[in-house]
């Protein structure tokens, strides 16, 4: 099983043919990675083509018209497959897969004067909800809603758990940890802007990463330096491609 295979695998799968995994969940329908084909092979054109038809009839009925494709990990995209794909609309990411050894990471904690950090429970639910439904507003209320009524059900019981920042009673960061057995993953990052370049973010990592042998996270072109700084190595790479009329949202 590859870096990519393992990060989705526990994932349910709505449709597996030779070449891809459909991943699809209608109650999170605007949610574009909960809602995307995952290639096992690259595509031909023609493959892509039969593949976007029939991710266009199962998502007939969402209200946003998108679509998401998941490339083969450690597979660049051909020059032929990059321009077909910008013609049609779609703009296309690489994202790159780090991990390391916990105990290698160079995290040092700083004193964050008056903010504290705690895990998320049912006293602060509500006010995480809160917080990220403001947030998802920023992308249609549809998702928004869907996003607040999804995390109000699962938030608490699924494979996760979320850390948070606090002043006072305001959340101001937060950081989701996905386990894997000795394996955490590293996800949906946010510090407010005004906060960051504090330690903030370093002492969210370091609360998810506690009792944990390895860390696992995927990231963009952007965030490269600060986690090779950080002790993490490059394993692996893969291509997204996304078409929407929407704003784009980066939430895993």
Same mark, same amino acid.
């Given at each position: 099983?590859?870096?990519?295979?393992?990060?989705?695998?526990?994932?349910?799968?709505?449709?597996?043919?030779?070449?891809?995994?459909?991943?699809?969940?209608?109650?999170?329908?605007?949610?574009?990675?909960?809602?995307?084909?995952? #290639?096992?092979?690259?595509?031909?054109?023609?493959? $892509?083509?039969?593949?976007? !038809? @029939?991710?266009? *009839?199962?998502? =007939?009925?969402?209200?946003?018209?998108?679509?998401?494709?998941?490339?083969?990990?450690?597979?660049?995209?051909?020059?032929?497959?990059?321009?077909?794909?910008?013609?049609?609309?779609?703009?296309?990411?690489?994202?790159?897969?780090?991990?390391?050894?916990?105990?290698?990471?160079?995290?040092?904690?700083?004193?964050?004067?008056?903010?504290?950090?705690?895990?998320?429970?049912?006293?602060?639910?509500?006010? #995480?909800?809160?917080?990220?439904?403001?947030?998802? $507003?920023?992308?249609?209320? !549809? @998702?928004?809603? *869907?996003?607040? =009524?999804?995390?109000?059900?699962?938030?608490?019981?699924?494979?996760?758990?979320?850390?948070?920042?606090?002043?006072?009673?305001?959340?101001?960061?937060?950081?989701?940890?996905?386990?894997?057995?000795?394996?955490?993953?590293?996800?949906?990052?946010?510090?407010?802007?005004?906060?960051?370049?504090?330690?903030?973010?370093?002492?969210?990592?370091?609360?998810?990463?506690?009792?944990?042998?390895?860390?696992?996270?995927?990231?963009?072109?952007?965030?490269?330096?600060?986690?090779?700084?950080?002790? @993490?190595?490059?394993?692996?790479?893969?291509?997204?491609?996304?078409?929407?009329?929407?704003?784009?949202?980066?939430?895993?």
């Amino acid at each position: 099983m590859n870096y990519k295979e393992w990060l989705e695998s526990k994932k349910p799968i709505y449709h597996e043919s030779e070449r891809f995994k459909h991943f699809k969940n209608p109650a999170t329908s605007e949610r574009y990675f909960a809602n995307y084909i995952s #290639y096992k092979r690259m595509p031909s054109l023609s493959d $892509l083509e039969a593949d976007l !038809a @029939y991710l266009a *009839q199962e998502q =007939a009925r969402y209200i946003s018209d998108y679509a998401f494709l998941f490339f083969v990990e450690n597979e660049e995209l051909s020059v032929e497959m990059a321009d077909y794909l910008k013609k049609l609309g779609f703009d296309c990411c690489k994202h790159l897969i780090f991990t390391s050894p916990v105990e290698d990471l160079q995290l040092t904690l700083r004193d964050l004067g008056g903010i504290r950090i705690v895990e998320l429970d049912e006293e602060y639910l509500e006010a #995480y909800l809160e917080a990220s439904y403001q947030h998802h $507003l920023q992308y249609g209320s !549809a @998702y928004a809603d *869907q996003m607040l =009524a999804d995390n109000r059900t699962h938030l608490l019981t699924n494979d996760s758990k979320v850390y948070l920042a606090l002043e006072g009673s305001r959340i101001v960061g937060s950081v989701t940890a996905w386990f894997f057995g000795d394996y955490v993953e590293i996800d949906d990052y946010q510090v407010d802007e005004a906060y960051r370049g504090r330690g903030i973010g370093t002492a969210l990592q370091i609360a998810a990463l506690k009792n944990r042998k390895q860390a696992i996270l995927v990231a963009e072109e952007v965030n490269r330096a600060m986690y090779h700084h950080q002790g @993490y190595e490059e394993v692996a790479f893969y291509w997204t491609s996304l078409r929407s009329n929407s704003r784009h949202r980066t939430d895993h």
